[in-house]
């Protein structure tokens, strides 16, 4: 998995779930890392109810609009309740490159192996908002 935003995390906490082994690789120095570059008084538009992964409601005391602030943070409490599987930094980053696609439609697919386990080797799913250039996943 490229990338410990929101999509990653979700979709790395979803294969916890199911023990399928994967790993997630964030180019940043922590998970977040396009939320902790954004500017500061920025909130979130869709409310709490809306804005949560899998697996993680925000409390009741948490306001109906999250802040940016305490996003970050709960992006990076959920990494760790879920010990999710996250490896950071510049040299995390995929060497490899793979066809950009030109509508801004993002893919997060699980293939499988002809026997119904998961085939690591050959699956690769890219997450990024609007912030990033999508990316196809590549199946070679
Ligand atoms: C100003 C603004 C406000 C927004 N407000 C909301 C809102 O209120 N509600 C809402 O639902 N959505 C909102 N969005 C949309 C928001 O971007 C997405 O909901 C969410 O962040 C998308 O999650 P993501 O994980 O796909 O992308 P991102 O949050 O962008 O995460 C992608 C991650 O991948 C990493 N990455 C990228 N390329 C690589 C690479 N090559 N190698 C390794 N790591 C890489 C990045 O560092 C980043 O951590 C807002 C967007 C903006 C710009």
């Not at 992006?75 to 066809?99: H, I, K, M, N």
Request: proline residues 11%; hydrophobic residues 30%; contains cysteine.
């Amino acid at each position: 998995m490229v990338g410990g935003g929101p999509a990653g995390l979700a979709t790395s906490q979803q294969l916890r779930q199911q023990r399928i082994p994967h790993r997630v690789l964030e180019r940043g120095d922590a998970v977040g890392y396009t939320w902790a570059n954004l500017y500061d008084s920025l909130t979130l538009h869709t409310g709490k109810h809306m804005s949560s992964l899998p697996g993680m409601p925000f409390p009741p005391s948490a306001p109906l609009f999250v802040p940016r602030r305490a996003f970050l943070d709960y992006l990076r409490c959920y990494a760790e309740r879920f010990d999710l599987p996250v490896d950071t930094g510049p040299s995390r980053r995929p060497s490899w490159s793979w066809p950009r696609v030109s509508s801004p439609t993002q893919r997060h697919r699980i293939s499988r192996g002809r026997s119904g386990s998961p085939d690591e080797s050959r699956t690769v799913s890219h997450t990024g908002g609007p912030m990033d250039t999508p990316a196809a996943g590549c199946w070679w």
